[in-house]
């Protein structure tokens, strides 16, 4: 077959052309080290590489929930151990103002370092995040989550935010919480349960308390009543066979009854009276609605106490029941804030190692995809260098063939 001049050049060209196109290429290989660099390259596995890049994105973003939500979690847990350690110096302090021998001037002193650390607890359950977002304030996140006022006729210290709380997504398929609602963790801590006398025919009663809450809280449990409030009313009526009878009034139900001296003390269902009763003599009292408060409130309430003139020792010896009581219930609940706190980090932490095993293996595959393979690269390279090289060289020979160098 006649080959033109034409067809001479054209085939060379195009030949150097390829050489260098496909060096280009490998070149390009190497120094990125990819073998794919176009989805032409390599149709299935380009979609591969975009699947599993887009994995390990949303992996990366789940590491960094991860790091956020750890710390958030660290930061609450921080807060608790510090609520923790003031309601324990309060605690002290409780039981210290109830001793014998402390003046009016010492109890004022108590009571002072119990505004501190009512404050304390107060700026603690405040406390904001990096954002300056307020932790346990719910969806109210801009606002304190507590309010102080002193003048209230109410609870001085009152929530403020909502119920909301905030999750974060660890994985497709799981979300841990990373926020507590303030009023679950502070405020619904329940008060001492305790009854008031609201009559009674005795000559003198000298004495009506709580003598043993633990009895009586679980007689209160049993029987009170949230719906019928008449349920909560009861009667110790004194009969002549020498004994006190306990009776719900609403029910007409006889609830206990204890033997009885007048003018003596008598417990019944944990409750301590002492009268000097008759025959026939009553004593009416109903049981006080449960009251939810929060620790600082408790605090609150019991300084005020302390910050009395001549107060007298029943009120005293009240308002140390009422506020041991209501800080021991404000620590329980701490503490199981504290095991969910410790829960939900241990998940973290276990979804950290997850999400870190699944990145590793989704590198490995995509690499085993993408990634180009050097010693198999360079020996291309070399290979089309050579043969760029021969066709550089072999352009000048051939397009100088002439049949006029035969005439």
Known sequence: MRISTSQVYDQSIRSIMENQENLVKTQEQLATGKRILTPSDDPVGAAKVLRLTE??????QFQRNNDLVTG??????????NITDSIHRARTLVVQSG???LNESDRRAIGAELEQIKLEILDLMNTQDADGNYMYAGYQSSSPAFSYNPSSSGNAITFSGDGGVSFVQLSTSSKIQSTSNGYEVFENVLSRFNFSVSSSTVTDLQQATVAEQGTFDTFFDKNYDPVTSANNDYQVEFLASGQAQLTNTGTGA????????????FTIKGMKFEASAAVGDTINFSLDAPEKKSMAQTIHEFEAVLMQSNIDSDTLQEAISDALVGLDNGQEKLSLEHSSIGSRLNIAESMYESNLDMEIAAKA???????????????????????????????????????????
Do not use: H, W
């Open 55 to 60: 994995e390990l994105d949303g992996l990366t």
């Open 99 to 101: 001793t014998g021998i």
């Open 72 to 81: 958030s979690l660290e930061q609450q847990e921080a807060v608790l151990t």
């Open 365 to 407: 595959s995509r690499s085993s995809i993408q990634d180009v393979d050097y010693a198999e690269a360079s020996t291309e390279f070399a290979k089309q260098e050579t043969a760029l090289n021969a066709a550089l060289t072999t352009f000048p020979q051939v397009t100088n063939l002439s049949l006029f160098n035969f005439i």
């Open 254 to 265: 006889v609830v206990g009854t204890v033997d009885y001296t007048s003018g003596s003390p």
